[in-house]
């Protein structure tokens, strides 16, 4: 049986609402940062789902050394607490080392482990050590009956408050595949799962600096997600998803995450009221 808690203040994951965990991949500015997350709470409030801010302050696995990886760590948690005082929405970021984990918990809401660190155990009983929710993301390398060992690193450290973010599955050269299968499989190992819509979408390494990717698949995957049992979305927004300084080929704008949103709420609603099925 899967658990039920709070994500994050008043974020509920295993009740009846989608959790939604999104904002732009990496934090480009403060002014960026502060503009995307009252667009994200603006939509969130319209389609009466519970959100969470996030962005990241350091994308350490880049493709090139050039890429942009973000403001760091000290002016990346100054940013994120702006937007958590400003917007009141609670907040999420990734950790790469054990030693960031305590400073991070100190201004947000959720910890989250990178898919290619998803088995570093240093890392992932740093992050439960500091009682804060950690989602870890399931590496691109990893079956479903293997995050159950994963989790239990999390939950023998002191911290039942663990999701798994599903995000697809190495699948020959330079693309993912979702096996939809992974939700129900992780929910009989008793395992909490939001669906990462944009980082699926990715094509791993195809760009000359940065991962490419293929957006058009945004709205079918997500609903296939949510109608296999996803408790949750992880959807990266940003304004102008083509002036994006990290994976600006899968980021959604605006409009058109509102609109995928609505039709998986829509979805969701439907599937409730049907009820489970034997």
């Known amino acids: 049986m899967t658990p039920r808690f709070d994500l994050a203040p008043g974020v509920e994951v295993g009740g009846p609402a989608l959790a939604l965990v999104s ?14 997350a009252q667009i994200v709470k603006a939509m969130a409030h319209r389609l009466g789902l519970p959100a969470i801010y996030k962005s990241s302050y ?32 609670p907040v999420y970021t990734d950790v790469h080392e054990p030693a960031h984990c305590e400073v ?23 992050a439960a050590e500091t009682g804060r ?3 870890v993301k399931k590496g691109q390398f990893m079956a479903p009956d293997d995050m159950p060992r994963v989790v239990e690193k999390i939950r023998e450290s002191g911290n ?49 600096r940065e991962g490419g990717g293929d957006r058009r698949f945004a709205e079918p995957l997500a609903r296939a997600a949510v109608a296999a049992g996803a408790d949750g979305l992880f959807l990266e927004v940003h304004p102008e998803p083509s002036k994006a300084l990290s994976d600006s080929a899968t980021q959604l704008d605006p409009e058109r995450a509102e609109a995928l949103l609505e039709s998986v709420t829509a979805l969701r609603r439907t599937l409730l009221a049907e009820g489970p099925r034997v």
């Open 160 to 208: 039942e408050r663990v999701v798994v973010i599903e995000r697809g599955y190495s699948f020959g050269y330079r693309n993912l595949v979702v096996d939809m299968r992974s939700f129900a499989q992780m929910h009989e190992d008793g395992i909490l799962v939001l669906y990462d819509v944009t980082h699926s979408l990715q094509l791993p390494g195809a760009g000359a």
């Open 104 to 126: 991070v918990a100190a201004v947000c809401d959720v910890l989250q482990i990178p898919a290619f660190l998803c088995r570093q155990t240093d890392l992932l009983v740093a």
């Open 133 to 135: 929710t950690v989602a």
């Open 58 to 89: 350091d994308k350490a696995n880049r493709s090139s050394l050039h890429s942009f990886r973000g403001p760091g760590l000290e002016e990346g948690l100054e940013i994120l607490a702006a937007v958590k005082e400003a917007t009141g929405l």
């Open 23 to 36: 904002g732009p991949c990496v934090i480009e500015s403060e002014e960026r940062a502060l503009e995307t």
